[in-house]
T-cell receptor
Framework: AQKVTQAQTEISVVEKEDVTLDCVYE???????LFWYKQPPSGELVFLIR??????QNEISGRYSWNFQKSTSSFNFTITASQVVDSAVYFC???????????FGTGTRLQVTL | ETGVTQTPRHLVMGMTNKKSLKCEQH?????MYWYKQSAKKPLELMFV???????ENNSVPSRFSPECPNSSHLFLHLHTLQPEDSALYLC????????????FGPGTRLTVT
C-alpha cells in the first residue's frame, strides 16, 4: 500500500526565515514519482516539482529546494528566505505504477508573517 | 483561456436539487480527474478518465455521476446529495495516467443545505 506522511500540520514563520516541510513516503514499488503541490487560499493546487525514484539529485529552483533521500524515504522541501506570498498549504504526493493514482499527504499549512 | 478551468466556483444546493459541475482543460491532455477535498482529510480521488473512458471509480456513491464527452471536458452530475458531501471539488488533467504530473483547476466550493 502507498502512504504519504506530512507530520507537520501547521508551521508559522516570520518573513525571511528558512523553513523545511517534511514528507515521508511508503511504497514497495521500485519505480515511483514524488510530487509537491502548493494550494494558496484561492484553492487551486499548483504543481511545483516531480521527481522519479531513480534520480536522487537534489534540486533547486530559485528560493525552493528539494532533498530526496531514498535511504530514509523522505522528500523534504525547503523555502529559503520565506515571503508572505509563500503562505499556503503544501502537499506532498506519491505516484506508483501499481496504484496508478496520486496518493496525497494531509498537507502542511505554512503561515509567513511580517 | 489557459490551464484548467472549473465552473461554477461556488455552489449552494439543497438535498433534492440536481446540478452539474463543469471542468475544461486547455492543455491538450488525455486524462482527467475528479477529486474531493474535505476539511482535515487527504484529497480523495473520485474518478479518472483516460481518452474519454472511465478507468477508475473509487467506490463513489451513485449520487455522483461523471461524464466525459471529449478529452477536454469533464462533468460531475450531482443529485440528492447529503450535507456531508459539502467540500471543494477539484478537477485535474494530465498527459496520461502513468507518472505524469496533474494540473488542477481552482475547484468548486459546494455547500449542501
Amino acid at each position: 500500500a502507498q502512504k504519504v506522511t506530512q507530520a507537520q500540520t501547521e508551521i508559522s514563520v516570520v518573513e525571511k526565515e528558512d523553513v523545511t516541510l517534511d514528507c515521508v513516503y511508503e511504497t514497495r514499488d521500485t519505480t515511483y514519482y514524488l510530487f509537491w503541490y502548493k494550494q494558496p487560499p484561492s484553492g487551486e493546487l499548483v504543481f511545483l516539482i516531480r521527481r522519479n525514484s531513480f534520480d536522487e539529485q537534489n534540486e533547486i529552483s530559485g528560493r525552493y529546494s528539494w532533498n530526496f533521500q531514498k535511504s530514509t524515504s523522505s522528500f523534504n522541501f525547503t523555502i529559503t528566505a520565506s515571503q508572505v506570498v509563500d503562505s499556503a498549504v503544501y502537499f506532498c504526493a506519491l505516484l506508483t505504477g501499481t496504484a496508478s493514482k496520486l496518493t496525497f499527504g494531509t498537507g502542511t499549512r505554512l503561515q509567513v508573517t511580517l | 483561456e489557459t490551464g484548467v478551468t472549473q465552473t461554477p466556483r461556488h455552489l449552494v444546493m439543497g438535498m433534492t436539487n440536481k446540478k452539474s459541475l463543469k471542468c475544461e482543460q486547455h492543455l491538450g491532455h488525455n486524462a482527467m480527474y475528479w477529486y474531493k477535498q474535505s476539511a482535515k482529510k487527504p484529497l480523495e480521488l473520485m474518478f479518472v478518465y483516460s481518452l474519454e473512458e472511465r478507468v477508475e471509480n473509487n467506490s463513489v456513491p451513485s449520487r455522483f455521476s461523471p461524464e466525459c464527452p471529449n478529452s477536454s471536458h469533464l462533468f460531475l452530475h450531482l443529485h440528492t446529495l447529503q450535507p456531508e458531501d459539502s467540500a471543494l471539488y477539484l478537477c485535474a488533467s494530465s498527459q496520461g495516467t502513468a507518472y505524469y504530473e496533474q494540473y488542477f483547476g481552482p475547484g468548486t466550493r459546494l455547500t449542501v443545505t
